[in-house]
């Protein structure tokens, strides 16, 4: 069994090469170079973390193909509860597989999980014991000296982008009840009085307005993505953000919104689309 610094300076490494491979596929996703992570630094610790658990719990696994399967469930449970643990605090879901194969509620998908499998395999069976061949070739106190410095800067970079991110969640409910509040007013601009039998339906459609309504009928289904909401609050919401959190939102650009009030926006929008149909079905 390795020590804890051989533990630490292997968690640094796989945390790194997360970041990179991590960047790398987000970068050539989006076209533009992107850099990846929740903290400052070229570093995910999910990486880190899965690899260690990979490491310390799955190492006398004999089979390759037992292996595989336990490295896959480990690593897809280590990712759904950090999906799950962050957005509670944050309220916003920092990746969505909603759009993939066989995903559950978005947070992991069937992809991922292979992914995940082969990556244990690859960590137990070959990288780690190169790394350790590697690490005992070093110094003892040079090797602890390098994991000490690496603890603290991660503590700091934790700690910097805890209080940079601090009012994000506030920020974001905020936003919400605006938005909750525009809807509210678009959906009795709509629906109230004799408006839905007298206007037409067609027309309605291929105004401007209209153009806006199909808009928050398709983002009814899913979570509502920031780049997708309206204009102006859209514009007043990223003024207030600090650069902890600008970088963050640009670090995840599938991020997505999870908040309480989205629940009534989307009610809101099911309504007032009945309305106008029936509306319509009747002037036909």
Not at 1 to 12: D, E, G, K, T, V
Not at 77 to 102: A, C, Q
Not at 115 to 132: D, K, M, N, S
Request: glycine content about 8%.
């Amino acid at each position: 069994m390795a020590n804890l610094p051989i533990l630490i300076a292997s968690f640094a490494i796989y945390s790194c090469a997360g970041w990179l491979f991590e960047s790398i596929l987000c970068s050539v996703s989006e076209k533009r170079f992107i850099n990846r992570g929740f903290l400052n630094g070229p570093i995910c610790p999910i990486y880190g973390a899965g690899a260690l658990a990979a490491v310390l719990f799955l190492r006398g696994e004999p089979d390759g193909m037992s292996l595989f399967c336990w490295g896959a469930v480990v690593c897809s449970l280590l990712e759904y509860l950090t999906s799950w643990v962050m957005e509670k605090i944050y309220h916003t879901r920092w990746w969505d597989y909603s759009d993939r194969f066989l995903n559950l509620n978005g947070r992991i998908c069937v992809p991922a999980t292979l992914l995940f499998g082969l990556f244990v395999v690859l960590v137990v069976r070959v990288i780690q014991p190169a790394l350790e061949a590697l690490f005992s070739m070093t110094d003892p106190q040079l090797l602890s000296a390098i994991c000490g410095i690496f603890i603290a800067v991660l503590a700091i970079d934790l700690l910097v982008t805890h209080i940079g991110l601090s009012g994000f969640r506030n920020k974001i409910d905020a936003y919400c009840d605006q938005l909750t509040v525009q809807a509210q007013d678009l959906y009795a601009a709509l629906t109230e009085g004799d408006n839905v039998v007298a206007y037409n339906v067609q027309r309605l459609k291929r105004g401007p307005l209209g153009h806006a309504y199909v808009r928050l009928r398709e983002l009814m289904p899913g979570p509502v993505a920031i780049e997708d909401i309206g204009r102006d609050l859209a514009e007043s919401f990223s003024a207030a953000l600090t650069a902890q959190e600008r970088r963050v939102m640009d670090a995840f650009p599938r991020m997505r919104i999870h908040a309480p009030g989205l629940a009534e926006i989307r009610a809101l929008g099911r309504s007032a689309r009945d309305k106008l149909l029936r509306g319509g079905d009747a002037q036909d």
